[in-house]
């Protein structure tokens, strides 16, 4: 099943004994397109601290109760390591968490290989909507792991296609199965008024981190008789099918 990721942020995270937080932000790796951790705001349960979970442990997002379960207890989660809300995710931080839970990092298949896009030019881990600066203020870059991305930070790039610009990341497509990006979509009012576009990262040719913007492979017309999206309802099969054969690009 697709989710979008902006209706997921706030849903509620359960363990098996109660509640550990509401989903704040989703981290990806920018070569793969995967969800690699989900961040909760645990509020008053444990302040100040930073939850991150890896997909393998998490059920089906529920809409009905907009809520996911988690197959953790809240004394397993309040055990983890300890991290600051506003320190920077490192490659030493994800490894004492898969040491801790006993997750495994090569969990899941991509659809999109290792290279899929550009790697960083220059721009620092982007990490639970802390600002870009605060987070070059913090970060050791010898720790920091260059390809952890977060969706509200890319929320906002302008999109680009080979002879203009189209509009602007509005907000992403996961498959929950594998929590891949399955798509982006693109709000392209002041390009085409009242339109909306899902782009796959097959489009994607390279990202300007530090100018925030997206580079695709495909031309402004293609775009616009594209088929048209205006909910995650309609990304069935049949429309994906339309979706990848309009732009050739290859199935799931």
């Known amino acids: 099943m697709l989710f979008v990721e902006s209706t997921l942020k706030g849903y509620t995270v359960e363990a098996s004994d109660g509640k ?19 961040v909760l705001d645990a509020g008053s349960w444990l302040p100040r601290r930073k939850i991150l979970l890896h997909p ?3 059920a089906a997002p529920e809409p009905l109760r907009k809520s996911i379960a988690v197959k953790l207890t809240k004394a397993e989660v309040e055990g983890s390591p300890d991290f600051l809300a506003h320190q920077p995710v490192s ?5 004492h968490l898969y040491d801790y839970y006993g997750w495994d990092p090569a969990w899941g298949s991509s659809y999109f290989g290792v290279g899929a896009i550009a790697t960083p030019f220059s721009s620092p881990p982007l990490v639970g ?14 720790e920091a792991d260059a390809h952890l991305r977060s969706t509200s930070e890319v929320t906002g790039y302008h999109v680009h296609a080979t ?11 996961f498959d929950h ?32 981190w530090a100018g ?25 099969r049949s429309y994906e099918r339309q979706l990848h054969s309009h732009y050739d690009w290859p199935g799931y």
Do not use: C
């Open 20 to 38: 550990i937080g509401v989903v704040r932000d989703f981290l990806f790796d920018d070569q793969s397109w995967k969800i690699r951790w989900l």
């Open 56 to 58: 393998s442990a998490l």
């Open 91 to 95: 490659r030493q931080m994800e490894a």
């Open 129 to 142: 909507g802390v600002p870009p600066e605060e987070a070059a203020a913090a970060a050791n870059p010898e």
């Open 163 to 173: 002879d203009g610009e189209i509009g602007h990341v509005e907000n992403f497509v």
């Open 177 to 208: 199965a594998n929590w891949d990006i399955r798509y982006f979509g693109v709000d392209t009012r002041n390009w085409w008024a009242g339109e909306h576009v899902l782009i796959s990262p097959y489009a994607v040719r390279e990202i300007d």
């Open 212 to 236: 925030r913007h997206v580079e695709l492979n495909t031309t402004r017309a293609q775009v616009k008789a594209s088929p048209p999206w205006d909910s995650v309802a309609m990304v069935d």
